[in-house]
């Protein structure tokens, strides 16, 4: 049973707009939400996080918008640029310091 | 420079074959993960430890082994490799605060 769900599995998007991906999880306990950021032949890094106290959190272009109650949240990459084409990890956690990845979106911004 | 490198970075290998990945980190991190990286699959947890001698089974731990044998060091044994194991091998080190930080991965083939 996968714990962590994203979508949509490829998303395409033009320079400039805004891309949506979205991320679920079904276990109510997790309180910490890392999305990570991977490019073609490296290891993933970390772009942004939130913790469930919080219902958004800003950092740059990236924003993160999260519903505890739908258990549900979304990353929102404004002004996006080719640059940004990448695969998008959303991850869980539950006070620990072990995630629980989800399968990924893979971004390509066309210019 | 990097924080956590890995070697091979590329390994072919036989059905039954024995195989090591390594992984070195120098982030000072008590935890390291190993994860293998499939599409469709996401990240998924193998092994971890949490320090020196430490070893802990993660979500898909059937025909590997590990060992942890120095803050910085932690090894992922296959001793009778399968095409199944076929994947991109990544290891990661965190400390209690939960950030990953991720090596850059081996690409193992078993034929």
């Known amino acids: 049973q996968q714990q962590v769900r994203q979508s949509p599995q490829s998303l395409t998007v033009w320079e400039g707009e805004t891309a949506i991906l979205n991320c679920s999880y079904e276990?109510?306990?997790?309180?910490?939400f890392p999305w990570y950021q991977q490019f073609p032949g490296e290891g993933p890094a970390l772009l942004i996080s939130?913790?469930?106290?919080?219902d958004k959190k800003e950092d740059g272009r990236f924003t993160i918008f999260f519903n505890k109650r739908e258990k549900k949240l979304s990353l929102h990459i404004a002004d996006s640029q080719p640059g940004d084409s990448a695969t998008y990890f959303c991850?869980?956690?539950?006070?620990?310091?072990?995630?629980?990845f989800g399968s990924g979106t893979q971004l390509t911004v066309m210019p | 420079e990097a924080a956590v490198t890995q070697s091979p970075r590329n390994k072919v290998t036989v059905t039954g074959g024995n195989v090591t990945l390594s992984c070195r980190q120098t982030n000072s991190h008590n935890y390291m993960y190993w994860y293998r990286q499939d599409t469709g699959h996401g990240l998924r947890l193998i092994h971890y430890?949490?320090?020196?001698?430490?070893?802990q089974i993660g979500d898909v731990p059937d025909g590997y082994k590990a060992t942890r044998t120095t803050q910085e060091d932690f090894f992922l044994l296959l001793e009778l490799a399968s095409p199944s194991q076929t994947s991109l091998y990544f290891c990661?080190?965190?400390?209690?605060?939960?950030?990953?930080?991720f090596g850059p991965g081996t690409r193992l083939t078993v034929l």
């Open positions: 990661a080190s965190s400390d209690s605060t939960g950030e990953q930080f």
């Open positions: 991850a869980v956690s539950s006070g620990s310091w072990q995630l629980i």
């Open positions: 430890s949490y320090g020196a001698g430490n070893l």
């Open positions: 276990n109510s306990a997790f309180d910490y």
């Open positions: 939130i913790l469930s106290v919080s």
